[in-house]
């Protein structure tokens, strides 16, 4: 009863035709629902594989020291006399292995910077897994388990066994590894080196859920792979937890720069993957635009059949003193009245096309990166974009036959 006219009239004209306003509505509906439901599958595999990647596993990565004998080469070979001489001198130099020795004192330097939560030492290297006749490569990992375990959630991958009873003699398998060893719980394996060979009980199994951790997963404590490797008290590198996992690469090149040690983080090990996530969300806004306007142009021409079919009542308004801009809000108020009506049965639809697809039973093989399906949540973000899409859309779709009624001469749409 207080609506402004303009409004209550556009609500009058919508339901006026009630099954077209409904048709229109489902068709701006449909464009919403496929908005919501594709980003909403998408980003929740890519938010897993992140979460995988990146909260269970370290920020930053130093995984040796810089050799100041290669740094310092052309110097010290330009004082050799023999050419031969230089080239031994090359192969020792470049190919020797480094890792890090004083790895305590470096750690406690770490903790010390800001943004710095948590720093543990690891030991990784190739071997190959040996039990009865089978035989598997395999990366080994070497943590103390409390610091790891602060690092990342450890613990949450761990089936079978507990990583606080693991000992110098125990090693943990992935699941995938065990079954394909043919090894059960405290069974042996044999862990071969180029220069030793060791026999370890299986403590536990290790489900991560991605398919290559969990075919070439080994841990060890530390001071079990030290022994296995005759590293003495050496380290491989550090793995480092920091605050605010967007300051990675900034706090990686600082301590590059300042420890004289090779640092990674997990931005760079993953910039393939960021990429790809940053031009799907470029591509999905631009397509979700399309389709959103593709399904809202059918109010254009419905408008305009309404202009039409409505010049006499337009006329008569206009006559009783309605001016043209508030004919002109008539229209864009009914497109977005049967926008906000789509958007409503687009979000219900949305949800709905979620839960069926979470409802549908599939196998488990995984995925192309080896990650098994994940259930999807709504995405807010994107249910933001198709209610801003649907509205925008409709509006513009409005603007054309809007403007042509407010340029209707009333006494011409009145004789008409």
Same mark, same amino acid.
């Given at each position: 009863?207080h609506l402004?006219?303009?409004?209550?009239?556009?609500?009058?004209?919508?339901?006026?035709?009630?099954r077209?306003?409904?048709?229109?509505a489902?068709?701006?509906?449909?464009?919403?629902?496929?908005i919501?439901?594709?980003?909403?599958?998408?980003?929740?595999?890519?938010?897993?594989?992140?979460?995988?990647?990146?909260?269970?596993?370290?920020?930053?990565?130093?995984?040796?020291?810089?050799?100041?004998?290669?740094?310092?080469?052309d110097?010290?070979?330009a004082r050799?006399?023999?050419?031969e001489?230089?080239?031994?001198f090359?192969?020792?130099?470049l &190919? *020797? %292995?480094?890792?890090?020795? !004083?790895?305590?004192?470096l $750690?406690?330097?770490?903790? @010390?910077?800001? +943004?710095? =939560?948590?720093?543990?030492?690891?030991?990784?290297?190739?071997?190959?897994?040996?039990?009865?006749?089978?035989?598997?490569?395999?990366?080994?990992?070497?943590?103390?388990?409390?610091?790891?375990?602060?690092?990342r959630?450890?613990?949450?991958?761990?089936?079978?066994?507990?990583?606080?009873t693991?000992?110098?003699?125990?090693?943990?398998?992935?699941?995938?590894?065990?079954?394909?060893?043919g090894?059960?719980m405290?069974g042996?394996?044999?862990?071969?080196?180029?220069? &030793? *060979? %060791?026999?370890?009980?299986? !403590?536990?199994?290790?489900? $991560?859920?991605?398919?290559? @951790?969990?075919? +070439?997963? =080994?841990?060890l404590?530390?001071?079990?792979?030290?022994?296995?490797?005759g590293?003495g008290d050496?380290?491989?590198?550090?793995?480092?937890?920091?605050k605010?996992?967007?300051d990675a690469?900034?706090?990686?090149?600082?301590?590059?720069?300042?420890?004289?040690?090779?640092?990674?983080?997990w931005?760079?090990?993953?910039?393939i993957?960021?990429s790809?996530?940053?031009?799907?969300?470029?591509?999905?806004?631009?397509?979700?635009?399309?389709?959103?306007?593709?399904?809202?142009?059918?109010?254009?021409?419905v408008?305009?059949?309404?202009?039409? $079919?409505?010049?006499?009542e337009?006329?008569?308004?206009?006559?009783?003193?309605l001016?043209?801009?508030?004919i002109?809000?008539?229209?864009?108020?009914?497109?977005?009245?049967?926008?906000?009506?789509?958007?409503?049965?687009?979000?219900l639809?949305g949800?709905?096309?979620?839960?069926?697809?979470?409802?549908t039973?599939?196998?488990?093989?995984?995925t192309?990166?080896?990650?098994?399906?994940?259930?999807?949540?709504?995405?807010?973000?994107?249910?933001?974009?198709?209610?801003?899409?649907?509205?925008?859309?409709?509006?513009?779709?409005?603007?054309?036959?809007a403007?042509?009624?407010?340029?209707?001469?009333?006494?011409?749409?009145?004789?008409?």
């Amino acid at each position: 009863m207080h609506l402004p006219v303009e409004l209550y009239i556009a609500l009058r004209y919508t339901l006026a035709n009630l099954r077209q306003s409904l048709l229109i509505a489902f068709a701006v509906g449909l464009g919403v629902a496929i908005i919501i439901f594709i980003p909403s599958v998408n980003l929740s595999f890519f938010n897993y594989f992140l979460e995988k990647t990146v909260e269970n596993s370290s920020h930053i990565k130093i995984t040796r020291e810089i050799d100041t004998m290669a740094r310092n080469r052309d110097v010290l070979s330009a004082r050799l006399a023999k050419p031969e001489q230089d080239v031994l001198f090359s192969d020792r130099t470049l &190919t *020797r %292995k480094r890792d890090i020795q !004083a790895y305590r004192a470096l $750690s406690r330097e770490l903790l @010390a910077l800001p +943004g710095v =939560v948590e720093v543990a030492p690891f030991v990784n290297e190739q071997v190959i897994i040996v039990h009865g006749g089978q035989s598997q490569g395999a990366s080994i990992q070497g943590i103390v388990p409390e610091q790891e375990m602060r690092i990342r959630r450890l613990q949450d991958e761990i089936a079978v066994g507990s990583l606080e009873t693991m000992g110098p003699g125990d090693v943990f398998l992935g699941w995938r590894l065990a079954d394909e060893l043919g090894v059960r719980m405290g069974g042996r394996v044999q862990l071969v080196t180029a220069k &030793t *060979r %060791k026999s370890f009980k299986l !403590a536990g199994l290790v489900n $991560s859920g991605v398919y290559s @951790a969990d075919m +070439g997963s =080994v841990l060890l404590s530390l001071k079990g792979a030290q022994q296995l490797l005759g590293m003495g008290d050496s380290v491989t590198g550090l793995s480092l937890k920091i605050k605010d996992i967007y300051d990675a690469k900034k706090l990686s090149d600082l301590i590059a720069q300042t420890y004289h040690v090779k640092s990674r983080n997990w931005m760079e090990d993953n910039e393939i993957i960021l990429s790809q996530i940053g031009m799907f969300r470029v591509i999905i806004a631009f397509i979700s635009f399309l389709i959103v306007f593709a399904a809202a142009s059918s109010i254009t021409s419905v408008l305009i059949m309404v202009v039409s $079919s409505k010049s006499r009542e337009i006329g008569i308004l206009k006559a009783m003193g309605l001016q043209g801009p508030a004919i002109m809000r008539l229209f864009v108020f009914q497109a977005v009245c049967l926008s906000l009506l789509g958007a409503a049965a687009g979000v219900l639809g949305g949800q709905g096309l979620i839960s069926l697809y979470n409802a549908t039973p599939y196998s488990r093989a995984e995925t192309f990166l080896g990650i098994a399906r994940q259930p999807v949540a709504m995405n807010a973000e994107y249910t933001g974009y198709a209610l801003f899409y649907a509205l925008l859309s409709s509006v513009l779709a409005s603007l054309i036959p809007a403007w042509n009624a407010s340029r209707l001469d009333p006494v011409k749409a009145i004789n008409q």
